[in-house]
């Protein structure tokens, strides 16, 4: 049976300028579409409005999705945007953090595929990168995947910081996990099933890649609507 390609993953995100304005917009790269806007190089309409800020940004399935809730956002009055949940201490990644990515999920064992700077989100404390997760698209559903704190940050709460994050913020209202701690993850609203997207069952029976960890299962929340 051919696997359907993967969903394209989008973010919308807002932006607090110089002047004290606000910007909305959408991406595929929220990093790069950051420094483009930082260059002058983005919209029209933040050039030479000061120095921007990332606001709020939140994960979408598909450009349409994305388009309609840019919609949905430039018709809220700036009071209700300005109490958009900010989120203090975690960026998107960039590519310059793909190497650091790529090392950090071989050493933790995660899962290696089709890992793209695009999908992730990094946890800062300080100027240091302390931990990470992406929102891992497949051609029928979307995972929050690559969990992980670097040792000398652990005992923090970020791990549960990037989950509560990301399930606020993901694309569709089933939010995916696949892994070998049901315990940690089942507090935070997750539960075990038996019966996960072809996708996700392709990726436990470890025909879509293989890492050496045992005992791993899928789960699934459901976040509260829009």
């Known amino acids: 049976m051919t696997r359907a390609a993967p969903s394209r993953l989008w973010w919308v995100y807002v932006l607090e300028c110089g002047d004290g304005t606000l910007y909305t ?5 929220l990093a790069r ?7 002058g190089q983005g919209a029209r309409y933040t050039r030479g ?7 709020w940004f939140t994960a979408a399935a598909g450009q349409g999705r994305a388009l309609a809730r840019e919609a949905a956002l430039k018709r809220l009055p700036r009071g209700r945007k300005l109490a958009l949940p900010a989120a203090p201490g975690v960026r998107p990644a960039t590519a310059a953090d793909l190497p650091f990515l ?26 240091r990168r302390a931990g990470f997760a992406r929102v891992k698209p497949y051609g029928r559903c979307f995972e929050l995947g690559c969990l992980g704190v ?18 606020a913020r993901f694309p569709t209202r089933r939010v995916w996990i696949t892994t070998d701690l049901p315990a940690y993850f089942a507090p935070l609203g997750f539960r075990v099933t038996a019966r996960p997207p072809a996708e996700l069952a392709t990726k436990l029976a470890g ?15 459901t976040r509260p609507a829009r």
């Open 102 to 127: 790529t090392r950090a999920i071989r050493a933790l064992d995660l899962d290696g595929e089709r890992v793209s700077h695009e999908q992730f989100v990094i946890a800062t404390v300080g100027a």
């Open 33 to 39: 579409r950051l420094a483009q806007h930082q260059a």
């Open 150 to 167: 670097l040792a000398p940050f652990r005992g923090r709460g970020l791990g549960t910081m990037l989950v509560r994050l990301l399930c």
């Open 25 to 29: 917009g959408v991406t595929t790269d």
């Open 207 to 221: 025909l879509s890649h293989r890492v050496r960890r045992t005992g791993v299962v899928a789960m699934v929340a």
């Open 49 to 55: 409005r000061g120095r921007l800020r990332l606001r």
